[in-house]
């Protein structure tokens, strides 16, 4: 951590103040009182220094004793905390808060994701994922009771009424203008650390968008592994997975649905579906993001094909050519596209699926007869 730039020490009278300027003052950061052991700490932090690093470092200057090393730990950790808090000092490289304890693991897609600090924060919807693999994490995921600080340097890549996005050297940081209880997450740009900021006790809403959040973690790490995220209910039938995407509110799970009820299959997933080349064969693999179906499962399972439904009061197929079907389906897709990269990386994917895999789109009404027609093409062109 070092110290923000913004903030300039004033003394006035016998006090002495950290004060805003520029952006800082126009956010209406306030001014901080700071006694000699914080001057000292301010004067550290010219330099990019570790909380124990400080730590060690005091404890040298003020000739603290081993009897009073615990408390004065414990009030310097206070003081970063509200430092941090009021974006005094800024975090220059993302690095994982080691005393955080370990909550627990899981396993989605292989990617072993670990969780630290508050389990007040932790999501119980993971519990069908939960793992006991020994292997290194993949991504750490760290619960925090603090305001996410936002770096002066960053670069504004999606604003709208629910989510903000920002990028700094080494980072994402998103927030969550609606939330009062969810303050953000901060994810590495290698996506092995991701950071959440919430408050200790949530609602529910909270803890969905804590869950939620996660998920948008998970899926950027995911991309870094070729797996993209589509839109979509699923099904199992003839032992292969079929995917129905379109818009919201178009009747992807009414379709699916109809599949239950026509012919028996099974739902796998009601509205989120993982696709990727697992050694050239294509496949989908379960995630306990599923909208409000509550449909999900922890399998894998070969991908046969992506219909793309379009309302219509006739049910019939449309052959689509190969640059339809990459756009179509890359439209649905819901892993993050902040920047250019992304968006090809998923493009890529997109189209190397598209060779083996069948697409079409389907012209359908809700009657059982959608079901029958495509039933009766996949059936014909398998």
């Known amino acids: 951590m070092i110290r923000n730039d913004a903030f300039y020490i004033q003394q006035t009278g016998k006090i002495k103040y950290l004060i805003p300027v520029g952006q800082m003052k126009s956010d209406k950061k306030k001014c901080t009182i700071i006694n000699s052991t914080g001057e000292y700490i301010w004067n550290l932090l010219e330099d990019d220094l570790t909380e124990q690093e400080i730590i060690d470092k005091s404890i040298e200057y003020f000739e603290v004793s081993e009897d009073e090393k615990e408390e004065f730990t414990n009030d310097i ?86 989510l903000r996005v920002v990028e700094t050297n080494d980072r994402y940081m998103l927030s969550f203008p609606q939330s009062k209880e969810v303050y953000g997450c901060q994810i590495k740009k290698d996506g092995r650390l991701v950071r959440i900021h919430a408050f200790h006790k949530l609602s529910e809403e909270g803890i969905q968008l804590v869950f939620d959040s996660i998920r948008v973690a998970f899926l950027y790490k995911a991309l870094n592994y070729g797996y993209v995220a589509i839109h979509s209910a699923s099904i199992l039938y003839n032992n292969k997975a079929w995917l129905f995407t379109a818009p919201s509110g178009t009747g ?131």
Not at 97 to 110: D, F, G
Not at 134 to 150: A, C, G, I, Q, Y
């Open 77 to 162: 950790c206070s003081y970063l905390k509200e430092l941090r808090i009021n974006s005094i000092i800024v975090e220059r490289e993302m690095e994982p808060q080691n005393y955080l304890e370990n909550i627990n693991s899981i396993v989605i897609a292989n990617i072993k994701l670990s969780f630290y600090g508050d389990k007040s924060i932790y999501p119980d919807k993971f519990t069908e994922f939960e793992s006991m693999d020994r292997r290194m994490e993949d991504v750490r995921v760290e619960l925090v009771n603090s305001s996410l600080e936002f770096d002066l340097d960053r670069k504004l890549l999606v604003e709208n009424e629910l």
């Open 252 to 382: 992807k799970s009414t379709h699916a649905n109809l599949w239950m009820e026509s012919f028996g299959v099974n739902t796998i997933n009601g509205d989120l579906n993982l696709v990727a080349l697992d050694n050239e064969k294509p496949v989908i693999y379960g995630t306990p993001w599923c909208g409000t179906s509550n449909i999900y499962d922890n399998e894998e399972h070969e991908l046969g094909g992506v219909i793309i439904l379009k309302r219509n009061e006739k049910n019939f197929i449309e052959e689509l050519p190969l640059e339809d079907k990459i756009l179509l389906v890359s439209q649905r897709a819901v892993s993050p596209a902040w920047n250019k990269n992304m968006m090809e990386e998923q493009f890529r994917t997109v189209a190397d699926l598209t060779e083996k895999i069948l697409i079409a789109r389907l012209n359908c009404n809700k009657e059982s007869e959608a079901a029958v027609v495509i039933k009766q093409y996949i059936d014909k062109t398998q």
